[in-house]
């Protein structure tokens, strides 16, 4: 396929690597100038879309998808499909979609969780949404990038995955770190605490997989310093998106919110560049009534 990729960061640029070493044509537009082995640069996001059968974003959050939607889809010939895989609102993401149909141009939301190293491995997960027909058109993309891929409705359901399972993550994590620093404050020892909730009903993937005390359990960023993984900042990010779409659909989420107002606290306390599990060294030090 002929593709254009709009948004060579972090994630972006392992993703487009992939498409090209796959055997597209894969053509890269960013804003900063970035070099991607495989990958032909050319000197604006429409350029980029322009002959493209598939178009991927991979950008910062809702407003910059917005303005290079603007931009890219009446470049775009009829019948191409639009896939953004940055994580942005449910509202963006369906405002895009309802643009490129009436361009007739197929749109398919596609957040994906794996971070970093599953860009790089093509391991990601993608979460879509998007008509059945535009569905297939890039699911061979996605296996290409990725190693799951699921439909989970239309335009926004994919935006909607990612931010509920997202603020499920939050909230865990935030709630395994108090629970550690309490077994602390009442003398309990961390690994026999991990070595009882691990194989309880308290367990999660936050204990289990991705466990917030150095040394017990699996290796995890809290074993490096607490160096991301995954960013205090971008846990925010998708707190703060789980909220802006609760508010809109009238939906009741309390422990989303503290998790959110917690992050928030902690990433003003210079905790964003840390991983989200790095609340817990934060929290172990606070008092009953300090947070
Ligand atoms: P990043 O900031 O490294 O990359 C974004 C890129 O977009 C940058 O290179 C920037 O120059 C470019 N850009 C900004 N405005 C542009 C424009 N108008 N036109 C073209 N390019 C533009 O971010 P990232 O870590 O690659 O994340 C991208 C998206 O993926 C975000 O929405 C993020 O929330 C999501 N995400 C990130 C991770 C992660 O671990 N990094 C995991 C899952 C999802």
Not at 223 to 242: T, V
Not at 246 to 256: C, H, I, R, V, Y
């Amino acid at each position: 396929m002929k593709i254009g990729f709009i948004g060579l960061g972090n994630m972006g640029a392992h993703m487009a690597r992939n498409l090209a070493s796959a055997g597209h044509e894969v053509t890269g537009f960013d804003v900063s100038d970035v070099s991607v082995e495989g990958v032909a640069k050319s000197a604006s996001a429409a350029e980029a879309a322009t002959g493209a059968d598939v178009v991927i974003t991979m950008l910062p959050n809702g407003e910059i998808l917005r303005s290079v939607a603007d931009e890219i889809i009446p470049a775009m010939r009829k019948g191409a499909c639009f896939v953004d895989c940055s994580t942005v609102d449910v509202e963006s993401a369906r405002a895009v979609a309802v643009q490129a149909n009436e361009a007739g141009v197929l749109a398919v939301d596609a957040p994906v969780s794996g971070g970093i190293g599953g860009a790089d491995t093509g391991t990601l997960t993608f979460m879509a949404g998007g008509s059945d027909e535009a569905f297939a058109v890039v699911k061979p993309l996605f296996d290409i990038m990725g190693q799951k891929a699921v439909h989970c409705g239309g335009s926004g359901a994919g935006q909607a995955a990612k931010i509920c399972n997202n603020m499920i993550l939050g909230a865990t994590m935030a709630v395994t770190c108090e629970a550690f620093a309490l077994a602390d404050k009442l003398g309990l020892d961390r690994q026999k605490m991990f070595d009882v909730v691990s194989t309880s009903s308290g367990y999660s993937w936050s204990m289990n997989a991705y466990c917030p005390a150095p040394g017990i359990g699996p290796n995890s960023p809290a074993d490096n310093d607490y160096k991301p993984g995954f960013a205090a900042a971008l846990m925010l990010k998708d707190l703060n998106l789980a909220q802006q779409a609760a508010e809109a659909a009238d939906a009741a989420t309390p422990l989303g919110e503290h998790a959110r107002d917690l992050y928030d606290t902690f990433v003003k306390e210079g905790g964003g560049v840390m991983d989200f599990s790095a609340v817990l060294p934060w929290l172990k030090d606070k008092g009953h009534e300090d947070v």
